[in-house]
């Protein structure tokens, strides 16, 4: 079915590899297109209850496929606007999951490979892992990810990683908020595939309506923001899923989660 990519399930959670590693995983246009794809598709499948992003090989994603940006200047700016309005549409897919997005950062991640990260909703790296914004460094700029950078890492930061298009290692990248969590090399996939393989088994409508309220949090006073929780808390209160897991609690069981459910609620 895709071409750049594999996309598999492991119990309840889809695997998202990026399969380009002879030119370490660089970012394509065909690439982008099935990865957006695959993400819509595992959001969709109520057989999945989270998802995990890695590379192929040694390398997590080296950025853009510098082949494409070679031939950038044959386009007009009209099709060069057009093919970022797509591609851009991949890197805002994190803030549009309704499941946990969690990405493996098994090796080098520069450019628009840090935006992957950045737009995950955890993120655990490599104990050998090499990140950077390089593009400067191609008198260019990390314009599309910039934002997504900036939200994780602040925006002093985000400009310093930017201007100096300098390499840091995956203890720097914890240090600075990128990733959460560092492992050693041999156990990422185990321990992505766990938090992952976690999450996946918690209530579908708790996770969907908790990343929806983060996210609208995060851009609203602080006021606002727990006003705004406080009514997603109410709907929460009258979810048959709490009601389950509150009875499975206290039953010594595993919760059987109805999900999309309200007590009180009238179908349309």
């Known amino acids: 079915m895709y071409s750049d990519i594999i996309y598999m399930k492991k119990d309840r959670v889809a695997v998202l590899t990026m399969n380009r590693p002879q030119i370490r995983n660089a970012l394509s246009f065909r690439m982008a297109m099935e990865m957006i794809d695959a993400l819509k598709k595992a959001d969709a499948d ?18 853009g496929d510098i082949s494409e940006f070679a031939t950038v200047t044959e386009k007009g700016s009209v099709e ?21 997005l969690v990405a493996a950062v098994n090796g080098m991640a520069m450019g628009g490979g840090i935006g992957l990260i950045a737009m995950c909703h955890l993120a ?9 914004l390089t593009e ?3 008198a260019f700029f990390p314009y599309v990810v910039l934002p997504l950078v900036m939200r994780a890492v602040g925006y002093r930061k985000a400009l310093e990683l ?8 995956a203890f720097k990248a914890k240090e600075i908020g990128l990733v959460n969590d560092v492992v050693p090399a041999e156990k990422l996939d185990e321990e992505v595939l766990n ?18 309220g983060a996210l609208q949090a995060s851009k609203m006073p602080v006021a606002e923001a727990a006003a705004h929780m406080n009514i997603l808390r109410t709907v929460a209160f009258k979810s048959n899923d709490l009601e389950e897991g509150v009875r499975a ?8 989660w109805q999900s999309n459910s309200c007590k009180n609620c009238t179908k349309r």
């Open 80 to 100: 060069i606007y057009l093919e970022g309005v797509e591609t851009t549409e991949l890197f805002l897919m994190g803030d549009r999951m309704q499941k946990p």
């Open 124 to 132: 655990i790296a490599s104990d050998t892992a090499k990140l950077g």
């Open 162 to 169: 930017s201007l100096t298009g300098v390499q840091f290692d």
């Open 136 to 138: 400067i460094n191609l």
């Open 46 to 63: 109520p057989e999945v209850g989270a998802v995990v992003l890695r590379g192929e090989g040694r390398a997590f994603c080296a950025g």
């Open 249 to 256: 609690f206290l039953e010594k069981r595993q919760p059987a």
């Open 195 to 212: 938090i992952a393989g976690r999450m996946s088994q918690r209530s579908p409508l708790a996770l969907r309506m908790g990343l929806s």
